[in-house]
């Protein structure tokens, strides 16, 4: 009887011990239980703009997909480190993972010694959309073409100017890299506090031209304003007559303002390539095409690899830009 109690209390102890090593190999440090509780996205932006809106829609696509709540949470400030520091310092887990932009990624921590390096403190999972950007002049100008605005740069120095929606915000990194390739041509950049600002004052003719979102100048496109190239590598559905720079033989460090998912460094890749897969999913369904479409936002996604690809190489060309702006 006492043998068959020992025996018991053995089995018991072994069946225990069993279950918790089952446990321990099925914890979210190697992803295979993944997502097992609510996940948080976080936007580097007040709600309401475009990437609050991104963030929502591609939330409840995963909600359904990977069976889990998912939260949006808006932490926006300092240019948007403030969000990035707060899911940089976070547990690399999967549950707390930040929808960005390249402002935030390459351009923030380029300027100012905020606390982070996007190449070194973070995963990539998947860019989800890029929105090209249109030069314009008003419809009144004579100018007609590119090459014609750049020769009136260049026969006459610093009388061009162009807009854009701030001093060393992208638009004017993109723009002025591309005015640094090209000798002897000089336009002075007049900064605005935003897009909408930037559009006015080419269409009461206070600028010579504006470098701006298309989605920003689509509307006024032959109403007041003439685009004269765009940045997406292939034209526009909307914009059938207008060239690329790179049809015009131009290349540029990039081609728009991008958002995409990323996640803290260490972040295990079963998970980054769970989440990646659910994004495409995500961005291939019908009812996130329309939403996509009717906010005017460019569906334009990236796997993880070829976003850190991305992020990489143009980490380094706005670092360089920057520099050169001071």
């Known amino acids: 009887m006492r043998f068959l109690k020992l025996v018991s209390t053995l089995l018991l102890i072994v069946v225990l011990a069993a279950c918790s090593t089952s446990a321990s190999s099925g914890s979210t440090t190697n992803g295979s239980d993944y997502p097992s509780r609510t996940i948080n996205i976080t936007i580097p932006y007040a709600a309401g703009g475009s990437g609050d809106l991104q963030a929502r829609i591609i939330a409840e696509f995963l909600q359904k997909e990977l069976k889990q709540t998912v939260n949006v949470i808006s932490k926006p400030g300092g240019a948007g480190s403030i969000g990035m520091n707060a899911v940089k310092s976070s547990k690399a887990d999967g549950y707390n993972i930040i929808l960005t932009a390249v402002g935030p990624s390459t351009l923030t921590p380029n300027s100012n010694d905020v606390g982070y390096t996007v190449t070194e403190d973070f995963e990539q999972i ?30 006459n120095p610093k009388s ?22 090209l000798d002897g041509v000089e336009m002075e950049h007049i900064p605005f506090e935003g897009g909408a600002e930037a559009v006015s004052a080419l269409l009461g003719n206070h600028t010579t031209a504006s470098v701006n979102t298309v989605s920003e100048i ?24 207008v ?62 690899q070829d976003f850190k690809t991305k992020v990489e190489q143009e980490n380094v060309k706005n670092a360089e830009v920057i520099q050169s702006l001071k």
């Not at 509307?219 to 034209?235: Q, Y």
């Not at 728009?256 to 659910?278: S, V, Y």
């Open 243 to 304: 060239p690329t720079f790179g049809e015009l033989g131009f290349e540029l460090i990039g081609n728009g303002a991008w958002f995409g998912f990323m996640a803290p460094k260490g972040t295990p890749e079963e998970i980054i390539t769970t989440l990646d897969e659910a994004i495409k999913k995500a961005l291939e369904d019908e009812d996130v095409i329309a939403q996509f479409k009717n906010a005017g936002l460019p569906i334009r996604y990236l796997n993880s």
């Open 126 to 155: 998947a860019q989800i959309s890029e929105a090209p950007y249109g030069i314009a002049v008003n419809e009144s100008s004579t100018v007609k073409s590119l090459d014609e605005l750049l020769d009136q740069a260049k026969n």
């Open 218 to 241: 689509i509307p006024h496109n032959g109403n007041g304003l003439r685009i004269l190239a765009v940045t997406s590598e292939e034209r526009l559905e909307d914009l059938p007559e």
């Open 160 to 181: 061009v100017t162009y807009g854009t929606t701030g001093a060393g915000l992208h638009q004017h990194v993109v723009t002025s890299a591309f005015l640094a390739t």
